[in-house]
């Protein structure tokens, strides 16, 4: 399975970060995309006011099987989630299904600072890092379900590079485009980019608008939706931003 060939510049994912999480996935709810915010997925490595934006490279774990992670670990360059992490390019996200286990920590400081000096702009994981206070200090984006003290071995075992996934029960497919902020990750189809930013960031606008107008005490009748008035305010406001 493989998405659309849809090109995606870096000018369009450096707009993608004017979008908000909550707005992004209401935008891609209203074009019947029903299942892109990945659940229990939370923000454990982000600076305040740091937004993750790129495109995912997949990454997928099993439960080990000790005789084939045996082999596995004998040598240091024929592991599957080395290599996903040594084939990271420019404004790609590593994304890693770790079977959402909560026992093993898939990731640590070493292996985030390695996606972070190959330009990559964050990491997903439907399961747990080791090292988090560490991680915290790199400063590059992470997304998990928590911590563990173990690492990898002690309970998976890396199958497959860029590859369809599932993170938090969303499915994700190499190419996918994630935005993560605060309130979460939502998954965006190649496909839907485009519009969702045109979209997204004049929604975003209007409701910076209404927010000052809330703050300076109109009542939400008249100023959530604006009504026709203000919406002429709303115009001479929006050409001085």
Not at 88 to 105: F, P, Q, R, T, Y
Not at 122 to 150: E, N, Q, W
Not at 189 to 201: D, G, N, Q, R, W
Not at 208 to 213: L, T, V, Y
Request: include cysteine; glycine fraction near 8%.
């Amino acid at each position: 399975m493989k998405n659309p060939n849809v090109e995606i510049s870096a000018d369009l994912l450096q707009s993608l970060q004017e979008v908000s999480v909550p707005t992004a996935t209401h935008y891609l709810f209203s074009q019947g995309f029903a299942n892109v915010y990945p659940i229990d997925v939370h923000p454990m490595a982000l600076q305040p006011g740091q937004v993750m934006v790129g495109l995912a490279r997949t990454l997928r774990f099993i439960p080990k099987r000790e005789d084939l992670i045996e082999i596995q670990y004998r040598t240091a360059t024929d592991r599957p989630h080395r290599n996903a992490i040594e084939s990271i390019e420019k404004n790609e996200i590593l994304v890693i299904d770790a079977c959402s286990n909560m026992g093993a920590g898939v990731v640590g400081d070493m292996f985030t600072r390695r996606v972070q000096n190959r330009e990559g702009t964050g990491i997903v994981i439907d399961g747990v890092v080791r090292d988090l206070s560490a991680i915290k200090t790199v400063g590059l984006p992470v997304y998990c379900r928590g911590s563990h003290g173990a690492g990898i071995n002690r309970e998976l075992m890396s199958v497959g590079v860029n590859q369809p996934i599932q993170v938090g029960g969303v499915p994700v497919i190499p190419g996918d485009v994630l935005l993560g902020d605060e309130d979460g990750l939502v998954v965006i189809p190649p496909t839907e980019v485009t519009a969702l930013v045109e979209h997204c960031i004049e929604h975003d606008l209007r409701e910076e608008f209404i927010r000052e107008k809330l703050d300076q005490g109109y009542p939400l009748h008249q100023a959530y939706p604006p009504d026709e008035e203000l919406m002429k305010e709303y115009g001479a406001w929006k050409k001085r931003k």
